[in-house]
């Protein structure tokens, strides 16, 4: 062990997950993220800019204080304050992967102020388990597009990269939405015709992904399993689904639980004629922000520092 006190320096992607039909089984990197420093301190502190920065610098009920400090607690260790400085460009409660990547950070922290040394995998494995689900997670660990299942408490992770021509918009409604409340619209069982549709679209997903077959795309973000019951709740995405397919747009989801949507483009030439596709069928909603952004291979593990 270093005698030099240990500091932290992080940077996690935004994620998507479930890219329509790969309900908590499938998601992408994006290429905004949050970018965290601390070092020990004799109190905690937060000093935070981006976007939504006083939800981020608040000490009370701050998902990445409370992760750590209980990881800390859970393991024998003593709970260490921190100084913490932190850039955020991952909005919350947008289903762009802002919770996966604050419990990885935490989690990160975690495992070097107290000394647990954990491996990058246990870190991921820990995230997973807390998340309920491993896309996000394993996406912003990892960068990329990722196809993800539980193994047990073990997270298998199949990853290749998106082609680098495609272009992602992440079309953002005024008001946020929370996952538990996504979740609850859900049914508890689906009929075998849309099991079996999911199934299908799935399977081309991630060929779709692999081989960089853009024209699939619009079938392959199709989905029946949590799309329609999220409609009411997210109005954008049946304003964008029919785009699908036109202007130069190859597929359309929910981003994670919504209420933001992913739209794909496949190139950058592509996204002006897209966005104003996009801007054209909003109608009588307010219009939305629309965020214009690559896919990330680089993921959080990758800046995982050591210290000292």
Same mark, same amino acid.
């Given at each position: ?10 940077? !996690?992607?935004?994620?998507? @997950?479930?890219? #329509?039909?790969?309900?908590? *089984? =499938? $998601?992408?990197? %994006? ?92 870190? !991921?494995?820990?995230?997973? @388990?807390?998340? #309920?689900?491993?896309?996000? *997670? =394993? $996406?912003?660990? %990892? ?92 109005? !954008? ?16 989801? %929910? ?54």
């Amino acid at each position: 062990m270093s005698n030099s006190a240990p500091s932290f320096s992080m940077r !996690l992607p935004a994620t998507s @997950a479930n890219l #329509g039909p790969g309900f908590d *089984a =499938a $998601a992408v990197a %994006l290429n905004f993220h949050l970018e965290i420093e601390a070092e020990a301190s004799e109190e905690f502190s937060i000093a935070a800019t981006g976007s939504d920065s006083a939800v981020c610098s608040r000490l009370e009920d701050n998902l990445i204080l409370n992760v750590y400090s209980r990881t800390l607690q859970e393991n024998g260790r003593q709970v260490k304050p921190l100084a913490i400085r932190m850039c955020n460009d991952i909005p919350l409660g947008m289903g762009c992967g802002s919770s996966a990547a604050g419990r990885l950070a935490a989690l990160a922290m975690a495992s070097l102020f107290g000394e647990l040394d954990w491996c990058p995998e246990r870190i !991921l494995e820990e995230a997973c @388990a807390l998340e #309920g689900h491993p896309d996000n *997670a =394993a $996406a912003c660990w %990892l960068g990329g597009f990722v196809a993800t299942a539980n193994e047990g408490r073990a997270v298998r992770v199949a990853r290749v990269e998106p082609p680098q021509d495609w272009r992602a918009i992440v079309v953002l409604p005024p008001e946020s939405l929370a996952t538990s409340k996504a979740r609850a619209v859900l049914p508890s069982s689906y009929s075998g015709a849309d099991v079996v549709a999911n199934l299908q679209a799935v399977s081309m997903l991630g060929l779709a992904f692999a081989q960089g077959r853009g024209d699939l795309l619009h079938v392959a973000m199709q989905d029946r399993i949590h799309q329609p019951y999220r409609a009411e709740m997210c109005p !954008l995405l049946p304003r964008l689904l029919p785009l699908a397919g036109k202007s130069g747009i190859l597929g359309v989801a %929910l981003s994670g639980a919504g209420p933001a949507v992913l739209v794909i483009v496949g190139s950058e030439t592509e996204i002006a004629p897209a966005s104003h596709a996009i801007l054209d069928v909003m109608g009588v909603l307010p219009q939305p922000e629309l965020l214009l952004c690559r896919f990330e291979n680089s993921g959080a593990r990758e800046s995982l520092q050591p210290g000292g």
